[in-house]
Each structure stands twice: as structure tokens, then as C-alpha cells.
């Protein structure tokens, strides 16, 4: 080949695969060029990404909230939500992986496979009798039925957790014995500091997905003081609010900017978690 | 290693968050909707038995849950294939080593991040609605229309699916991984033996990669039938048009949350897990036929 007819190649290659990559990108490039035009403007040149001027005020009308809740309360909200649920999941999930892979005990293989059945369960089966259960336990109009259940593992990251400790060799286990670890101290001391990245995976997936969450707060929190971010959103489509565009658009581009902090902080986890353990983002 | 009395204590201390969850929130909770598919149960007073009648009423007498049956399957059909092809296509755009790769990674990736998030929901309501950014674009080219494809029964469910193939990265990236896996030499031999693109895209790609596609397809099969989110907000928790987007989790949502008819709600969810089942089964038996499994050697 010769080096033009290279040249050329790179070339549609970038405008092909660039081109895509930014129709992908657009609307959310969309979402917050919105969140700064003046409200009669989003909609009459929705095309355009520059808007006349940039209309700062969205992001404090949105702000304000609904009837006395300002969206201080929402973020506060999300943040104790996410926060609290991730650290039950992942310290749930290490203890059980670690028990999974390290321990043989009777029922081991049962109980496995009754994971990896959780895993593929529909949500949908068991959300009507956990309703009935969180309102018996008067669990109603808290967080408690939402972070609670994150305390007994969660089977996609056992998994992940799972599949990390099997490459630690098991010679180590055994060195630790012969020094006189515990199974407890070959956790906390062996273990645990090696699947550092696996924990973290599972943490950034676990802060992720409540984050998003909407099912289990709409189903659970029914007071407006208590709502996380996700579902405050949605009053900015219910009645009387609905023409408050540009501080929905501007409160959705704040809903978003956890996630990708996130995200740009620990990419490599995240790439890897995927591509080893087929966890969906 | 020996089995010892101790490690079965010292096994069901570590396992005991998952079993005690397990006990409590799946199993328990399994049995009784089970239990209260056969009855009628509104949350006030105790369920009252009725057989079969709830089965009954969702098969002969419901057209709306025959619509949101309808309507699920269209959905699940259409956005699983789409997303897994568009996953496919990219992953093997991206499966050089270039600079910049990371870049492109992270923009088609980003969308499957946020797009379960109720601030996509509400941006895809306004991208297609009726003065939104596609009718905006069309209008640039000279095609001026007033329709809202969210408000338009005939395009509506069909925007719930843009926005699922949308969020393609995550199947990508597991792509990705899977080409990577590939040995280079197996194309270069295929190469030498004169085999072009497209040969060695379904001789080599193709097989390599199906235990991938095989567990992608089934587990993006799930997740599409469990859809709930994007329809609730961009429907305004209707399913409308007429219906159109009521997909199965948001129909017996209402049933169960709107209604409070907890008997009905539980019969249509068992309904949903006996068909996802059987499909998971259906997918398994069929790999026989098409998934290559690589003889694992010492592994």
C-alpha cells in the first residue's frame, strides 16, 4: 500500500469512527448546551449548541426545588443512599465471595447455584412480597427498604469478588496458615489487600447503580423531603412545573456529573470490570 | 485440603449475609407471590383464594396485558439484536491499537453508562418530542413536521428502543475483550489461505466470539423484559400513546402500585418468569448449534 493511499485510510477511518462516536455524544452535548439557553430558546433552535446567551439562572431556578424542597436535600438524599448501600454491598459481597471460593463447607455448591439463579432473576417476582414486607416492617417513607437489603451481598459483585480471589494462588492461603492466620486473618490480612481492584469495581457499579435508581424510590419513598435526585427530577414534568425547561435541563446535566467524576477517576476499573466479569453499566 | 468441622462453621460465617438475604428477600418473597398469584389480595384485608382465576382473567379477558405482552416482545426483539450488532460492529472498529482509541472507547461507552438515569429519560422526551432536537434537525433539511415521535403511536416504542441500542457500550467493551482474545495468527493463516473480510469475519470473529454473544444475549434478554424506567418517564407513568409503550414491568407496576391488586400483580409476574425461563432454557439448548466452546486444555 502505498503511504497516501495509508494516509487515506486513517483519515475515514477517524471520520467514520469519529462521526459516530459524536452523533452518539450529541445528545448529551445537547442535554447541557440546554441546561444554559434561556427557556424561550431551547425549543426554537433546538438545533443550534450555541445559545445567545448563557442563561446561568437555570441551574438557580432548578436548584429551588418544589414547594419549600431545594435540591440540597436531594443530593443529600442520593449521596447518603449511594454511599451508605455501596458500602453494604461490597462488604457484604468480599465476605461472601471470600467464603465461596476459600472455604469448602457442606451446601457450598447449593448455595452458589442459588446465586447465580438470584442473578438472573426478574426483579419483578419478589418486588410485590418485599413491599408487603417493608410496610409489616413500617419500613415505609424511608431509606431502609432501599439500603437494608444491599447488607446481604449482591450476586453480580460475589461474582465479580469471586472470580478475582480464584487468581490469587492458593499457596498464599496456605503460608499465612502455617504462620498461624485464621481463616478470618487470611481474610482480612491476604485476601482482602489483594482484590483491592475488584472491591473498588464493585463499588464504583454499586454507586452507580443507586445512584440511577429509580424503581425502589419511587416505590418507597412517597414524602418529597425524602426523595434522592432521580425522582426529584421527575416533578419537573408534573403539572404546574412544566415549563420550567431550562432548570430541568440544567438539574438532569447536575444529576449526571457524580457519575462521570466517577467515571474519569477510575476508568480502568471500570473497562476491566466489564470486560471480566460482564457486569452491565 | 481435608475437609474439617471447623470450616463448615467458619464457611457459613462468611456466606451468611447471601444465605440470610437469600432466605429473606428471594426465597420467601418467591413463595408467597406464588402463593398470592392465587389470590385476591388489595393490602387492606387478607387474601381471599381463587384458583386460577387471576391466570384466567390476564389470558381471556385482559387486552391490555395481551398489549403490553405484544408490546414487550416487539421491544425486547427489536433493541437486543440492534444493540448486540451495533456493540459488535464498533467493538471491531475499535480492536486497534492506535492513539486516540481510549478516547472513542470512552465517548461510545459513556451513553450506556448514564442511560438508565432518569435525566436520560427525560432528555430522550425532549430529543424526540415535538419540538425537539430531531424534529429541529429535520427541519434544517427542509422537512418541517409538527409530530411528536413520543406523541405518535406509531413511533413511540420505537424511541424507547433508539434509546436502548443507544446504550450499546457495555455489551461493546465485553466485545471488545473477547477480540482481544483472538489469537492475530489465526487471521493471518486465514489470511495466507487466501480467505477475505467477510470469510474470516464468520469463520474466525464469528465463532470465537459466541460464547460471548451467547451470554450477552441472554443477559441483555433479561434486563430488556425488566425495561422500566425510560417508559415510566417518558410516557409520564401512562404507557401511551395508546398504550404503546405500556411494557410488561409497567403495566404490572400499576397493577400492583396504582391498583393495588397484589393477587393479579404477582400472577403476571410469574407469568414473566416461567417465558423468561423457558427462553433462557431455549437459548442454552439452541447454542449447541451455533456457540463454539475452545477445548480448555489445562484451564
Known amino acids: 500500500m502505498t503511504a497516501s493511499a495509508k494516509l487515506w485510510r486513517r483519515i475515514s477511518y477517524h471520520l467514520l469512527v469519529g462521526g459516530l462516536a459524536l452523533v452518539m455524544f450529541y445528545p448529551i452535548l445537547w442535554l447541557f448546551v440546554s441546561s444554559l439557553k434561556p427557556n424561550d430558546e431551547i425549543f426554537t433552535t433546538a438545533y443550534s449548541l450555541i445559545p445567545s446567551r448563557l442563561e446561568w439562572r437555570n441551574y438557580a431556578t432548578g436548584w429551588a426545588g418544589f414547594a419549600g424542597n431545594s435540591f440540597d436535600t436531594f443530593f443529600k438524599n442520593s449521596f447518603i443512599i449511594a454511599i451508605l448501600s455501596t458500602i453494604g454491598a461490597v462488604a457484604s459481597s468480599a465476605l461472601v465471595a471470600y467464603g465461596f471460593t476459600r472455604i469448602r463447607f457442606f451446601g457450598r455448591a447449593f448455595w452458589f447455584g442459588c446465586m447465580m439463579m438470584t442473578m438472573m432473576l426478574p426483579r419483578d417476582v419478589t418486588i410485590i412480597p418485599q413491599y408487603i414486607m417493608f410496610t409489616n416492617f413500617g419500613w415505609l417513607s424511608s431509606f431502609k427498604p432501599i439500603i437494608v437489603p444491599q447488607f446481604f451481598g449482591i450476586p453480580f459483585f460475589i461474582f465479580l469478588i469471586m472470580q478475582f480471589i480464584r487468581t490469587v494462588p492458593a499457596d498464599l492461603d496456605e503460608a499465612a496458615k502455617i504462620d498461624g492466620c485464621s481463616k478470618y486473618g487470611i481474610f482480612f490480612r491476604v485476601i482482602l489487600p489483594l482484590t483491592v481492584p475488584a472491591l473498588v469495581t464493585a463499588a464504583i457499579f454499586s454507586f452507580y447503580w443507586t445512584w440511577d435508581d429509580f424503581y425502589h424510590p419511587l416505590l418507597y419513598l412517597n414524602k418529597p423531603e425524602l426523595y434522592p435526585v432521580s425522582l426529584a427530577l421527575k416533578l419537573f414534568l408534573d403539572g404546574e412545573s412544566l415549563n420550567n425547561w431550562g432548570g430541568m435541563f440544567a438539574m438532569s446535566t447536575l444529576s449526571l456529573i457524580p457519575v462521570f467524576v466517577v467515571f474519569f477517576i477510575f476508568q480502568k476499573y471500570i473497562v476491566e470490570g466489564i470486560a471480566t466479569s460482564g457486569l452491565k453499566g | ?299
Open chain 2, 1 to 299: 485440603m481435608k475437609l474439617r468441622h471447623n470450616d463448615h462453621v467458619v464457611g457459613y460465617l462468611f456466606s451468611a449475609p447471601f444465605i440470610l438475604g437469600f432466605l429473606l428477600f428471594i426465597a420467601y418473597p418467591m413463595v408467597s407471590s406464588l402463593y398470592y398469584s392465587f389470590t385476591n389480595y388489595n393490602l387492606l384485608s387478607a387474601p381471599t383464594f381463587v384458583g386460577f382465576d387471576n391466570y384466567a382473567k390476564m389470558f381471556a379477558d385482559d387486552d391490555k396485558y395481551w398489549n403490553s405482552v405484544r408490546v414487550t416482545l416487539h421491544y425486547v426483539v427489536a433493541s437486543v439484536p440492534l444493540r448486540l450488532a451495533f456493540a459488535l460492529l464498533v467493538a471491531m472498529l475499535l480492536n486497534k491499537a492506535i492513539a486516540g482509541i481510549g478516547l472513542y472507547r470512552s465517548a461510545y461507552y459513556l451513553p450506556s453508562l448514564i442511560g438508565g438515569s432518569v435525566a436520560v429519560a427525560i432528555l430522550w422526551s425532549q430529543v424526540f418530542g415535538d419540538k425537539g432536537l430531531v424534529n429541529s434537525f429535520l427541519g434544517l433539511f427542509g422537512v418541517h413536521t409538527d409530530t411528536s415521535w413520543i406523541g405518535d403511536p406509531r413511533t413511540s416504542l420505537w424511541t424507547l428502543i433508539a434509546l436502548s441500542v443507544w446504550q450499546f457500550g457495555s455489551s461493546m467493551l465485553i466485545f471488545l475483550a473477547g477480540l482481544k482474545n483472538i489469537p492475530k495468527d489465526f487471521y493471518e493463516a486465514a489470511g495466507v489461505d487466501g480467505a477475505g473480510a467477510v470469510r474470516r469475519f464468520f469463520r474466525i470473529t464469528l465463532p470465537l466470539l459466541s460464547p460471548i454473544i451467547l451470554f450477552n444475549l441472554i443477559m441483555q434478554t433479561i434486563s430488556a423484559f425488566m425495561t422500566f424506567t425510560p417508559a415510566y418517564i417518558v410516557s409520564r407513568g401512562e404507557g401511551g400513546p395508546l398504550d404503546t409503550t405500556l411494557l410488561y414491568s409497567l403495566y404490572l407496576y400499576k397493577r400492583a402500585f396504582e391498583f393495588y391488586e397484589m393477587g393479579y400483580a404477582s400472577a403476571m409476574a410469574w407469568v414473566m418468569l416461567i417465558v423468561v425461563g423457558v427462553l433462557t432454557l431455549i437459548l442454552f439448548q439452541t447454542s449447541r448449534f451455533w456457540v463454539h466452546y475452545e477445548s480448555k486444555g489445562d484451564r
